[in-house]
C-alpha cells in the first residue's frame, strides 16, 4: 500500500466527522460514535494496533474525558450559582450601562475578557466561562457559542501561561540531538525555543488583529434581524482598535518575556484599554445594534440556559458591580496564581489521581487533578460567591448544583466517543505495521502533495492536529518534530515552521469537535454543533491562510534568519 494511501485511510475519520456534522447536520451524539468505530476498525485492520493499546487508549480518553466535564460543571456551577444570587443581573445592568450595542457587549466580554481566561488557564475554559455569561445577558446560545469557539485562536499558543509552547514545543521536539546541532553555532535550546516564542508571537499579532471584527461580522450575519454583514462592519474602527490593544501588548511581552504571560497582559491590557474607550464612547458606533425579540429566535438559536430577565431595578441596584464581578476576578486571579506559583501548582496537584502506561501499554498516561483543573477553582468560586452574595446559600447551591450536574451528563456523552477516539488515532504510532502514527501519515499526505510549497500548508497540519485532539498543546506534541525535519529536508527556517505549526494549532482550536461539544454543553446547546462548525471553519481557513502566506513571505522574500539553516 502506498504512503499517500495510508495518508487518505488515516485522514478518513476527520473527513467522516465533517461529512456527519456539518455536511448533514448529523448530531455529535449521533455522528461520534461512528467515527469511533471506523478509527478502531483502521487501527485494528490497518494499522495492526493491538487491541491492548485500543482499549488503553480509550481508557486514557475516558480519564480525559472526566477532566473536561470537570471543567464544564464548574463554569456551568457558576453560572447559575452568580444566576441565583442576583450577580448576573447586575453584570448584564453593567454592560448594558457601558453600551446596549451587542457587537461591543461581544467584543468586551468574548475577546476582552476571553483572552485574558485563554492566558490564565486555556483547555476550553474560555468558551466555557463567556458562552454562559453571554447566554446571561441575552444572547442567543448558538451565538455564544460561535463567539465563545472564534476567540480560541489568537491567545491560545500562550494559552494556559504558555503551556503550548512550554510544554508541547519544548516536549514535540528532539531537545537533545537539535541541541548539539544549536552548539555548532553557539545557539542554546533555550535561544531557540525562545525564537520560535518571537514568530509566534509576530505572525498572531498580524494575523488576530481582525479577529473582533470577524465575530461582529457572523454575528449581525447570522444573529441579525437583517442577517448583514454591513452591520458588522459598521463597527470597523472600534473592532480593529480593540483587536489591536490585545496584539501590540501581547507580541511586545512574547518578544520580551516570553512564552508564559502573552496572553494574560494582552487579556489585561485590552480589557483596561477598551473598557475605558467604551465608556468615553471612542470610535464607538453612531447607531446601536441589537438582535430582533427572543420570542422571534428561531428555536435551533436555543440552549436550556437562558437570560434570566425578571430581576427587578431593586435586585440589581442591592449588589455593587464590584460584588457582582468578585466571582469571575477571583476565578481570574486563582487561575493565574495557580499557574504561576510553584509551591501553590505542586499543593494543587498533590491531590490527583494518575494512571501510568494502562494496561501495560507504553507512554499511555492520565491523571486527574480536581483541585489544579479550572474545574476546581471554578467550584470553589461559586462556593464563595454563594455565601458572600445571599442570606440562603444552601438553596441556592442545591439548585446550581441540579441544573449543572444535568447540563454536563448531557455533554458527557459525546465525550465519552469523542476523546478516546482522538486518543486511538494519537496513540497509533506502536503497531505491528511499523508505520507512522495516523497524525503523521495525514501530514505526510500533505507533504507530498505540497512539496516546496509545504509552509503554505503548514499551519492547516497544525490545525488539523488541534481538530483531531482539540489541543494546541498536544498539536505540537504530535507535529513539531515532523515540521521541524520538514524543514530542514527544504532548508528553510525551522524555527519559522514550528511556529506556523504552534500557531495553525491555535487556529484549530475554532473547529475542534470536543471543544465545541464542552462550549455547546454549558450553555444547554447539544446536538447543535454542526451548526457551531459551519460558523467558525470560515475564520479558521481565513487564519490559516494568512499564516502560511506569511511564512512564505518570511521564508522567499524576507530570508528570516535561522541558526539551523547555517548548520544544514
Known amino acids: 500500500m502506498s504512503q499517500t494511501l495510508y495518508?487518505?485511510?488515516?485522514?478518513?475519520?476527520?473527513?467522516?466527522?465533517?461529512?456527519?456534522?456539518?455536511g448533514l447536520r448529523m448530531p455529535a451524539k449521533t455522528a461520534m460514535?461512528?467515527?469511533?468505530?471506523?478509527?478502531?476498525?483502521?487501527?485494528?485492520?490497518?494499522?495492526d494496533m493491538s487491541l491492548s493499546r485500543i482499549i488503553a487508549s480509550s481508557l486514557q480518553g475516558l480519564v480525559i474525558t472526566s477532566s473536561v466535564l470537570w471543567i464544564i460543571f464548574g463554569a456551568i456551577f457558576l453560572l447559575f450559582t452568580l444566576k441565583h444570587t442576583g450577580a448576573i443581573g447586575?453584570?448584564?445592568?453593567?454592560?448594558?450601562?457601558?453600551?446596549?450595542?451587542?457587537?461591543?457587549?461581544?467584543?468586551?466580554?468574548?475577546?476582552?475578557?476571553g483572552t485574558f481566561i485563554e492566558g490564565a488557564s486555556g483547555f476550553g475554559t474560555p468558551a466555557a466561562v463567556v458562552g454562559p455569561l453571554l447566554v446571561a445577558i441575552g444572547f442567543p446560545a448558538l451565538s455564544a457559542v460561535m463567539l465563545g469557539?472564534?476567540?480560541?485562536?489568537?491567545?491560545?499558543?500562550?494559552?494556559?501561561?504558555?503551556?503550548?509552547?512550554?510544554?508541547?514545543?519544548?516536549?514535540?521536539?528532539?531537545?537533545?540531538?537539535?541541541?548539539?546541532?544549536?552548539?555548532?553555532?553557539?545557539?542554546?535550546?533555550?535561544?531557540?525555543?525562545?525564537?520560535?516564542?518571537?514568530?509566534?508571537?509576530?505572525?498572531?499579532?498580524?494575523?488576530?488583529?481582525?479577529?473582533?471584527?470577524i465575530m461582529v461580522m457572523l454575528l449581525t450575519r447570522y444573529f441579525g434581524k437583517n442577517k448583514s454583514w454591513r452591520e458588522g462592519l459598521a463597527i470597523v474602527p472600534f473592532a480593529?482598535?480593540?483587536?489591536?490593544?490585545?496584539?501590540?501588548?501581547?507580541?511586545?511581552?512574547?518578544?520580551?518575556?516570553?512564552?508564559?504571560?502573552?496572553?494574560l497582559l494582552g487579556g489585561l491590557a485590552s480589557m483596561l484599554i477598551v473598557l475605558t474607550a467604551a465608556k468615553h464612547g471612542f470610535l464607538m458606533p453612531k447607531n446601536h445594534w441589537d438582535f430582533a425579540p427572543s420570542d422571534k429566535w428561531p428555536q435551533h438559536w436555543l440552549g436550556t440556559l437562558r437570560a434570566e430577565r425578571s430581576q427587578t431595578n431593586k435586585q440589581v441596584l442591592n449588589m455593587s458591580i464590584s460584588v457582582a464581578w468578585a466571582p469571575y476576578l477571583l476565578m481570574a486571579a486563582l487561575l493565574?496564581?495557580?499557574?504561576?506559583i510553584p509551591e501553590l501548582k505542586s499543593s494543587l496537584n498533590a491531590i490527583s489521581i494518575s494512571f501510568t502506561d494502562i494496561l501495560g501499554e507504553a507512554n499511555i498516561n492520565a491523571s486527574f487533578a480536581p483541585l489544579f483543573l479550572p474545574g476546581g477553582i471554578l467550584i470553589g468560586c461559586a462556593l464563595i460567591a454563594a455565601a458572600t452574595q445571599a442570606s440562603k446559600s444552601s438553596s441556592i447551591l442545591t439548585k446550581s448544583f441540579k441544573d449543572s450536574g444535568i447540563t454536563t451528563l448531557k455533554a458527557g456523552f459525546v465525550l465519552v466517543f469523542t476523546i478516546p477516539m482522538v486518543r486511538i488515532f494519537i496513540n497509533s504510532g506502536v503497531n505491528l505495521s511499523d508505520l507512522p502514527s495516523m497524525p503523521v501519515a495525514s501530514a505526510e499526505l500533505f507533504v507530498n502533495i505540497f512539496?516546496?510549497?509545504?509552509?503554505?500548508?503548514s499551519p492547516t497540519i497544525g490545525a488539523l492536529g488541534a481538530f483531531i485532539a482539540g489541543s494546541n498543546t498536544v498539536s505540537n506534541l504530535m507535529f513539531a518534530q515532523f515540521q521541524f525535519e520538514v524543514a530542514m529536508n527544504l532548508g528553510v527556517s525551522p524555527a519559522l515552521i514550528v511556529a506556523t505549526q504552534a500557531v495553525g494549532a491555535a487556529a484549530g482550536n475554532m473547529i475542534a469537535i470536543h471543544n465545541v461539544v464542552a462550549a455547546s454543553a454549558v450553555v444547554g446547546l447539544l446536538d447543535k454543533e454542526g451548526e457551531t462548525l459551519k460558523r467558525t471553519i470560515l475564520p479558521m481557513f481565513y487564519y490559516v491562510l494568512a499564516v502560511g502566506t506569511l511564512a512564505m513571505i518570511g521564508i522567499h522574500i524576507l530570508k528570516i534568519f535561522d541558526p539551523l539553516i547555517k548548520v544544514s
Not at 7 to 22: E, F, M, V
Not at 33 to 47: D, E, H, K, M, R
Not at 90 to 113: E, N, T
Not at 175 to 184: D, F, G, H, T, Y
Open 7 to 22: 495518508g487518505i485511510i488515516a485522514l478518513s475519520p476527520i473527513l467522516l466527522s465533517g461529512l456527519l456534522l456539518i
Open 33 to 47: 460514535p461512528i467515527v469511533l468505530v471506523l478509527t478502531v476498525g483502521i487501527a485494528l485492520q490497518v494499522w
Open 90 to 113: 447586575v453584570i448584564r445592568h453593567g454592560f448594558i450601562a457601558i453600551s446596549p450595542d451587542r457587537r461591543v457587549q461581544a467584543i468586551i466580554i468574548a475577546w476582552c475578557f
Open 149 to 213: 469557539m472564534l476567540i480560541q485562536s489568537t491567545p491560545v499558543s500562550f494559552g494556559a501561561v504558555g503551556t503550548p509552547i512550554v510544554i508541547g514545543v519544548n516536549n514535540g521536539l528532539d531537545a537533545a540531538s537539535i541541541s548539539i546541532e544549536l552548539s555548532k553555532v553557539a545557539w542554546s535550546w533555550e535561544q531557540f525555543v525562545m525564537l520560535i516564542t518571537h514568530h509566534v508571537a509576530v505572525i498572531h499579532a498580524i494575523v488576530g488583529i481582525p479577529i473582533p471584527l
Open 240 to 263: 480593529i482598535f480593540a483587536g489591536l490593544a490585545f496584539t501590540v501588548p501581547y507580541a511586545i511581552t512574547g518578544i520580551l518575556l516570553g512564552p508564559e504571560f502573552p496572553s
Open 336 to 340: 493565574v496564581l495557580s499557574r504561576t
Open 451 to 457: 512539496g516546496s510549497a509545504f509552509p503554505l500548508i
